[in-house]
């Protein structure tokens, strides 16, 4: 069974650029997590859905930072204008919400963002 | 908030030595709580995992036992292999009912030596 793809693996663009990075869940995974990894820290949840609704997006920089998910199973998260303060890796996980806890998310490989 | 910190790194032992990395959470009801394992150039995976009080999780040699008393949830592996050598995570996931997403520890570097 394939895992959580995404794309690119790597970018490196200049600041004020836009950037989008894309994922693909495991197949039948109604939840879809974005997480940011900064360097020697751990990933802090930027947004989750539960199919295709944004049920968690606190933590997101809504001036530049969006999201979308569309049919529920690929999405895509967008920023326009990068910043240098960017620059980290984007990881994309997915689960099968049971609705209990303690539910296995998977990973994917993650994105490397860095903004010059 | 829900938190979670453990032990900095890096942490430098010889082949075969016992291992011990520390984690305490804080949060509110009764999380879930894991460890997530990520290898030079690859993704997180999932170690293991505990979803209430006195579970031991294990894998791979590894084990830790979910501690409601302490708020802990110590990784400790009885012989550990140079390719053991990775960054560990502790993480919980508040027990709300569903996927609420989990939150990390930063980080712990472990470099096994031969």
């Known amino acids: 069974e394939a895992g959580v793809v995404q794309s690119p693996r790597y970018k490196i663009i200049e600041k004020k650029q836009p950037v989008a990075f894309w994922c693909n869940p495991i197949?039948?995974?109604?939840?879809l997590y974005w997480y940011r990894q900064n360097l020697g820290q751990g990933p802090e949840l930027l947004i989750r859905y539960e199919n295709e609704e944004a049920v968690d997006d606190s933590q997101l920089p809504k001036d530049r930072f969006s999201a979308e998910r569309l049919k529920g199973v690929d999405s895509t998260l967008k920023i326009q204008p990068a910043e240098l303060g960017d620059s980290a890796v984007y990881l994309c996980a997915s689960s099968f919400d049971r609705g209990i806890s303690g539910n296995t998310i998977y990973f994917g490989e993650g994105s490397w963002l860095t903004v010059v | 908030g829900n938190s979670v910190t453990q032990m900095e790194g890096p942490v430098t032992l010889s082949e075969e030595a016992f291992l011990t990395i520390n984690c305490t959470y804080t949060?509110?009801?009764?999380?879930?709580l894991f460890w997530y394992v990520q290898y030079p150039g690859e993704g997180l995976q999932l170690l293991l995992k505990?979803?209430?009080?006195?579970d031991k999780g294990s894998n791979k040699g590894f084990e830790a036992t979910y501690r409601k008393e302490t708020t802990s949830f110590h990784l400790e592996k009885g012989s550990v292999q140079v390719s053991d050598s990775a960054v560990y995570f502790c993480?919980?996931?508040?027990?709300?009912?569903?996927?609420?997403?989990?939150?990390f520890g930063k980080g712990t570097h472990l470099i096994i030596q031969p």
């Open positions: 993480a919980l996931e508040y027990s709300g009912g569903g996927a609420d997403g989990l939150t």
């Open positions: 197949s039948g995974h109604n939840t």
């Open positions: 949060a509110t009801g009764y999380p879930s």
């Open positions: 505990a979803t209430k009080a006195d």
